[in-house]
């Protein structure tokens, strides 16, 4: 079980970094969006959590396992 858990984490950072990649890019503007969908924040925002995920899962990992 703990491994499923590990590799979740690790796929999760991977895509938490692939988010960011893409907040920074549509703040930027080097991506173009509509400003309607606001679509920047709701990357942001799921950016957060999938690192925030991944460093409880980490930070567990580290004390605990």
């Known amino acids: ?21 893409l907040t920074l890019l549509t703040g930027l503007r080097i991506i173009g969006t ?16 999938a690192i925030g995920i991944h460093a409880s899962i980490m930070i567990y990992f580290y004390f605990f396992g």
């Open 1 to 21: 079980m703990e491994e499923v858990i590990w590799s979740s984490a690790i796929y999760i950072s991977f895509a938490g970094f692939a988010l960011l990649v």
């Open 34 to 49: 509509k400003p309607k969908f606001r679509i920047h924040k709701k990357l942001a925002l799921a950016a957060f959590v």
